[in-house]
């Protein structure tokens, strides 16, 4: 029912993301599928990876910002596995109607993320790219859970987002199965 995609190259050095997996990792039919874990030599297994969105009404993408987008291993994930006539183009409609959530942890504070900041941009100004891929590919995209300044962020702050993270999820994946059961 959810296929949560995790990418993040160190998964035992990070604080932000593991907390915020920690969250919700335990919820029921939701399956991790943590990249680096499963393919630290890249090898992606198309066919799992497209089984396991398949089997799923809710997709969560969730990793660091790293150079303004995602790790490498889940680029690397976007361009195997959203292959064209099955998720985009031409007999492309495998992932038509199901709903993407972004979760992203940002090393840059707000005032970085504008025109002033390190940054340069606003950090809306680096959501198209994953907003456009999952709507190219007909999943409607849902408002992003974004950490900034994950570095400094306390333990608390993190464990909050998680319990909110954690409703929404629950809360989507409740209204999916009851269109599934109800029409
Ligand atoms: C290779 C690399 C690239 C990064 N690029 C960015 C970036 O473009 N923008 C940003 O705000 N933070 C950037 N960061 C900081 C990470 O987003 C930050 O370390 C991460 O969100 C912390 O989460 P964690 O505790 O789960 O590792 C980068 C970090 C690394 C190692």
Redesign the pocket.
């Given at each position: 029912m959810i296929d949560l995609v995790f990418a993040?190259p160190?998964p035992k050095?990070?604080?932000?993301?593991?907390i915020l997996l920690n969250a919700v990792r335990d919820i029921s039919n939701l399956d991790v599928r943590s990249l680096y874990d499963i393919y630290p030599d890249f090898g992606i297994d198309v066919e799992s990876e497209q089984a396991a969105l398949l089997s799923a009404k809710l997709v969560v993408w969730q990793h660091?910002?790293?150079?303004?987008t995602a790790p490498g291993l889940m680029k690397h994930w976007f361009d195997k596995v959203l292959a064209r006539g099955w998720a985009y183009g031409e007999g492309g409609s495998a992932l038509h109607g199901k709903l993407c959530q972004w979760v992203v942890?940002?090393?840059?504070d707000q005032e970085?993320y504008s025109a002033t900041g390190m940054?340069a941009f606003n950090f809306e100004s680096f959501v198209p790219v994953m907003r456009q891929t999952a709507e190219f590919c007909g999943m409607k995209w849902l408002e992003p859970i974004v950490v900034?300044n994950?570095?400094r962020v306390s333990d608390k702050e993190l464990h909050a987002v998680g319990r909110d993270y954690r409703k929404k999820l629950i809360s989507l994946a409740t209204e999916a199965q009851e269109l599934v059961v109800h029409g």
């Open positions: 993040h160190y050095r990070s604080r932000a993301n593991r660091p910002l790293y150079w303004y942890t940002t090393g840059g970085a940054h900034h994950a570095h």
